[in-house]
């Protein structure tokens, strides 16, 4: 079977090279800014460039009374929050060199600090990287996308267009990058656009209520779906690990995605009736919508061979994902069942074991052509993996060293006694707080290594509120350079900084609540506390 044509359905060659042009970090050189937001973010950094270091040496020399291991660390992670919430350099830049401080400067052996490397971690991203790839490389997505479009159910009905829009984003961004899934989808909800623009009689589709509804809809709802899974988002894997060490438990793909449901779907809901009441569109019916989209599918001619294998290893994956999860509920937590699959289908296993199937199914047996070839893994975001390994790897340094646990004491004491739902709210509120103003990378980085000490010093298991500040992380809504799907659709023209920030400081606190009850919720239901 041929494979089918980039330029087969619009939006197709955006698709399949969204993976080069779009990563899950972006630097502030590459989002689209006006003149006066460019000026902002280069005061930004040069601030950093000089209060980073300053604020490092200063805690290097005062006289603190600590340990020298942890007022050294204090030092490096004192300097690293400010690169990181100014983007001094990039992120990942900022992260590895935090790890080469910490051994220069004594914190921890140079084995011990640089452990993280061989952590379980880099595999399970390395391996639903390369998945993700082959659903771009081979259409899968893009297939699965028209189908939800061309559905009897959806129609011509604008608001159904705009439920589909979310759905399709939130099930694509649980596996694939959030960025990615918003530039692979962006070409066809702009053609849609376009065509109520047409339809009203509108010359301008950017000036469109209906215009600005959609495209926000497509970003928000790929924060909320990257939340879905541990792999969604990569800042989630390190936040996780944070998590785990510390509470000295394992938290399963399936609890992950449980908990992640449970908060997901009424804030979807939300996320529906907000923009909707907001950006009310003006048509509700889309003339030969359903018709246009029903075309598209069927250009691309039945699965190919590359879709077919991508499937069936995606299949195999999310099932071994999964299988320890459903055990433990089946046959219990204490089973001989349940403890053969989760010390046998470890996570990064899994995925990197479905990553070599990629390589070993053929599209073309004759031409010895593969699903993914090694020319595809090479384009593996490297800055982000760079980051998770070097998170992890100040995380632990926190909790080794003991630093974590003097400062928790110190903020537990300053803070008093409270319980743990007042503590996950904030956990969950300052994350997202900081993902405004930073990055989702910074708020997992800052805020689950100070969260689960102060917990831990009140008395209060830190899982949940540590998992409230990873879920708050993926969250960040009103300004375009918050996300860099924010920053895709904003940069669309269509898309009005001011409608964006009314919609987003709303939709900030309804993830605030939303994710502080999903967490203490279901975190019960399923004995994690």
Known sequence: MSEPADSA??????GKAGLEQFRAYRGIDELSMTEGEARFERRRQTTGLVLGPVAG???LLLPLGLPWNQQALAAVFVFTV???????IPIPATALLSV???VALGVGPADEVLSSFGSTIVLLYLGAFFLSQALLKHGLAERAAYAVLASRWVGNSVTRVIIAIGVVTCVFSAF???????????PTVLG????ISRQIGKSDPTRLRVATCMLLMLAFSASIGGALTPVGAPHQLIGRDLIEDAAETQISFFDWTAIAVSF???LFAALLVLLVKLNKPEASTIDGLAETMLANRRSRGRLSRGEWNTLIVFALVVIGWLLPGIAALVFGAESAVYGALADNLDEGVVAILG???LFLLPTNSRTRTFTIGWQDAVKTDWGTLLFIICGAALGDQLTETGLAERVGGALGSAVGDTSVIPLTFVAAALAILISEIGSNLAAVGIVVPIIIPVAIAAGVDPLLPGLAATFGSSFGFMMPISTPQNALVYATGAVPITKMVRSGVVFDLLSAVFVTAGVLVMGSVLGLT
């Open 9 to 14: 359905t619009p939006g197709g060659s955006q």
């Open 57 to 59: 040496l200063l805690l």
């Open 82 to 88: 400010v690169f990181w919430l100014t983007e001094a």
């Open 100 to 102: 080469a401080l910490m």
């Open 176 to 186: 694939v990058s959030n960025t990615v899934t918003v530039a692979m989808l962006l």
């Open 192 to 195: 849609i656009v376009v065509a």
């Open 264 to 266: 997901a779907i009424p």
């Open 355 to 357: 990553a070599c199937l």
